[in-house]
């Protein structure tokens, strides 16, 4: 049984969204590779970046999946060439949800379903900051009134990716969700 879901989205997040070569000073520079998948230019990514959502993933109790516009195309093209998620489900919108990230957004809602089937949830999305203002704007709750398990959404900057920063916090969070599941 997983008690903790790593929910990950691609573009922003893994690969950042900035032209190839210029990511920002946050992993080394010899870390950075281009997978050749997933458009003309390819998708950069740093593989100490993903070396530690390997361990992380790796932990008992943790699981992943998904949760990107790549859809099926994530473990199918992605998962292989960086060695992460290649068993992992994609999580797909439903016929009448936004691609948008404000009320109604599909990411939001298959974070919220798994939320509720887990313990504890990671979302990784660069798109959540706004989303979080899209709600403000509109006058509804966010994440913090779902019911079910912890939550740790992590917004990165789209055109950096995940920063040690944050993969810190989610090692510390996963540590912690996994420590308040081992009575049970």
């Not at 003309?40 to 699981?63: C, F, H, K, N, W």
């Amino acid at each position: 049984m997983s008690w903790v879901l790593l929910l990950l989205d691609v573009d922003g997040v893994i690969s950042p969204m900035a032209p190839p070569g210029s990511h920002g000073g946050s992993w080394p520079e010899a870390s950075w590779e281009i997978a050749p998948v997933g458009g003309m230019l390819g998708t950069e990514y740093s593989t100490e970046m993903i070396g530690q959502l390997r361990r992380i993933a790796s932990l008992p109790g943790v699981d992943g999946a998904w949760c990107t516009t790549w859809g099926p195309m994530a473990p199918k093209r992605l998962a292989p060439v960086i060695g992460l998620g290649r068993r992992w489900p994609a999580l797909e919108p439903g016929p009448h949800e936004s691609h948008f990230c404000g009320p109604g957004w599909w990411k939001a809602a298959r974070a919220r379903e798994e939320v509720a089937r887990h313990d504890a949830v990671v979302w990784v999305d660069d798109l959540i900051d706004p989303w979080r203002e899209a709600l403000d704007d509109a006058g509804l709750a966010g994440p913090e009134s779902w019911p079910g398990g912890r939550l740790l959404a992590v917004s990165p900057a789209p055109d950096e990716g995940l920063s040690p920063q944050d993969l810190a916090e989610i090692g510390a969070f996963v540590r912690h969700a996994l420590r308040a599941n081992e009575g049970v």
